[in-house]
């Protein structure tokens, strides 16, 4: 079992900053993949970005250049710096662990980023 917690969410305005973190806790293997997630009102959950054992990474075109994503594998947590944060980007941020070996994913209970025009 895998918990996760999201934390940093909270109200800006257009072009502020804001760094979620996320600790997991639980039967961790650091070789697994974690990522960030998020969830406007009506719509679907979709991709923010990704972070391998390796520290590769990946992110949706719409973050690129403004969102870094983090880790550190010997504590068991991962960030997410969001820079120049636009209205689009609002919604709720979960935290995303996947087990190869389970074939199961794991997420957080998200937190809520709002960000006003």
């Known amino acids: 079992q895998v918990l996760l917690v999201e934390s940093g969410g909270g109200l800006v305005q257009a072009g502020g900053s804001l760094r979620l973190s996320c600790a997991a806790s639980?039967?961790?293997?650091?070789?697994?993949?974690m990522g960030w997630y998020r969830q406007a009102p009506g719509k679907a959950r979709e991709l923010v970005a990704t972070?391998?054992?390796?520290?590769?990474?990946n992110y949706t075109d719409s973050v690129k250049g403004r969102f870094t994503i983090s880790r550190d594998i010997i504590k068991s947590t991962m960030a997410l710096q969001m820079n120049n944060l636009k209205p689009e980007d609002t919604g709720v941020y979960y935290c995303?662990?996947?087990?190869?070996?389970?074939?199961?994913?794991?997420w957080g209970r998200g937190t809520q980023v709002t960000v006003s025009s």
């Open positions: 995303n662990y996947h087990s190869r070996y389970y074939d199961h994913d794991y």
């Open positions: 639980g039967t961790i293997f650091s070789l697994n993949t």
């Open positions: 972070i391998t054992s390796g520290h590769s990474t």
